[in-house]
C-alpha cells in the first residue's frame, strides 16, 4: 500500500513538473524579445501571433497603464497618441520597426507620466513634432530610437520633469533636434545630435537642473547647444564632443550658474562659446579647437575659466617655457577674462560611443 502511495504522488509531480515547464518554456517564447517585469500585459503589434494588433494606436486604446506594448518589425504609418495611459513602447529592433506619421500631429505624443518609448525609427514631416511629452509630464524614458526629417525632434513641453532621453540619434529635423521649455532635472545623454537646421538642443523658458552629458552634436545650423532664460540655472553641459555647428555652446538672457566642463568645442564658424547675459558660469577642462573665434563674452561677468586646452594660446604655438607662463586672454568687446592655467594637450574626451 505504502509503495502504490509513493507511486502515484511520483506520477502526479512528474505531471506537474511537465505543465509547468511547458508554461515557462511557452512564457519564454512569448516574451524573449521583451525586457519588461512579467507582472506587466504585454500586448504585440505586427508579427503572426494570433490575436496580435495590426496599429500600434488599436494596441494603446485597448491597453491598461502598466501594459507593455511590443512591436514588430515593420513600417506602420500612423500617428500615434499614448493619451493618459502609462505604457510602454517597445520596438523589435530601432532601425527596421519605423513609425511614418501621417498628419500634422506629433508622430508620437506622450500624455502622461511614467512612460517610455524605446527601439524605434520615427520619421516626420517639415510640419510634424516627432515625438512630443505634453504639460506636466515626469519620469518619461526615450532611449535608443532614430528620430528624423520632421520640424523637430523631441519637444518637451512646459513643466515636464525628469524627463531621460538617451541613446538615440536625432537627424535632419527642419529646426531643433531637442527642444526643453521650462523643464528640470532631465538627463539628456548618449545621444547623437546631427545636421538639424537650427539649434541641436535648445534649453529655454526658465529650465533648470538639466543635465547634457556625453553627446556627440554636430554639423547643426545655429548652436550645438543654445541655454537662454532668467531661470535657466545650475545646468550641466559635461563630456560632449560639440563640432562643426555655427556656434558651439551659447548661453543668453540671463542664463548663468551654469558648468561647462569637459567638452570638446571644435570647428564652429563662429564662436566655439559665447556668454551673452549670463554671469557666474564655471567654463573648465574644455577642449578649444579651431573655432573661428574660440570664446567671448557680451555683458557677462563673474565666469570663471579654468584649465581649458586652447587651440591657439600662445604656450600652445611656442614651446619655449616663457610663453606657458601666459594666461589665456579671452575678449569680451573692450573687456578680458583670463584662463590663468590653460592645458598644454588636449583632454581625451569622445561624447556619445
Known amino acids: 500500500m505504502k509503495n502504490t502511495l509513493v507511486a502515484k504522488s511520483m506520477i502526479a509531480s512528474i505531471v506537474i513538473l511537465c505543465i509547468g515547464a511547458s508554461s515557462v518554456s511557452a512564457y519564454n517564447i512569448q516574451s524573449s524579445l521583451n525586457p519588461q517585469p512579467m507582472d506587466r500585459g504585454i500586448l504585440y503589434v505586427g508579427g503572426a501571433g494570433p490575436g496580435n494588433y495590426t496599429s500600434i494606436q488599436k494596441a494603446i486604446d485597448n491597453s491598461s497603464s502598466g501594459d507593455t506594448i511590443f512591436v514588430f518589425a515593420g513600417t506602420y504609418n500612423e500617428n500615434v497618441d499614448t493619451k493618459l495611459k502609462k505604457v510602454a513602447l517597445i520596438g523589435e529592433d530601432r532601425d527596421t520597426t ?62 515636464t520633469s525628469r524627463i531621460t532621453i538617451t541613446d538615440n540619434t536625432i537627424m535632419d529635423n527642419v529646426y531643433i533636434g531637442i527642444q526643453v521649455q521650462s523643464s528640470t532635472y532631465d538627463l539628456i545623454q548618449g545621444n547623437t545630435i546631427k545636421n538639424n537646421g537650427a539649434q541641436g538642443v535648445d534649453v529655454s523658458l526658465n529650465s533648470n537642473h538639466n543635465s547634457i552629458l556625453n553627446n556627440t552634436i554636430t554639423g547643426n545650423g545655429e548652436e550645438g547647444i543654445a541655454i537662454g532664460g532668467l531661470a535657466s540655472t545650475e545646468n550641466t553641459v559635461q563630456g560632449n564632443v560639440i563640432s562643426d555647428n555655427k556656434i558651439g555652446v551659447r548661453f543668453t538672457g540671463g542664463a548663468g550658474s551654469n558648468e561647462i566642463r569637459s567638452n570638446s568645442i571644435e570647428g564652429s564658424a563662429m564662436e566655439g562659446l559665447l556668454l551673452s547675459s549670463s554671469n557666474e558660469n564655471t567654463i573648465e577642462m574644455n577642449n578649444f579647437i579651431d573655432n573661428k573665434r574660440q570664446a567671448t563674452f557680451k555683458i557677462s561677468s563673474r565666469n570663471v575659466w579654468d584649465a581649458n586646452y586652447w587651440s591657439n594660446w600662445v604656450g600652445v604655438k611656442f614651446s619655449a617655457p616663457i610663453f606657458q607662463k601666459f594666461p589665456k586672454v579671452i575678449l569680451g568687446g573692450v573687456r578680458m577674462n583670463f584662463d590663468k592655467n590653460p592645458a598644454l594637450e588636449p583632454y581625451n574626451i569622445s561624447g556619445a560611443i
Open 98 to 159: 519605423i513609425i511614418q506619421g501621417l498628419t500634422t500631429n506629433p508622430v508620437v505624443r506622450i500624455g502622461n507620466s511614467d512612460t517610455s518609448i524605446e527601439g524605434f525609427t520615427m520619421i516626420g514631416t517639415s510640419v510634424e513634432i516627432i515625438l512630443h511629452v505634453v504639460t506636466l509630464c515626469d519620469d518619461v524614458f526615450i532611449t535608443n530610437n532614430v528620430i528624423k526629417n520632421g520640424v523637430q525632434g523631441i519637444s518637451l513641453a512646459i513643466t
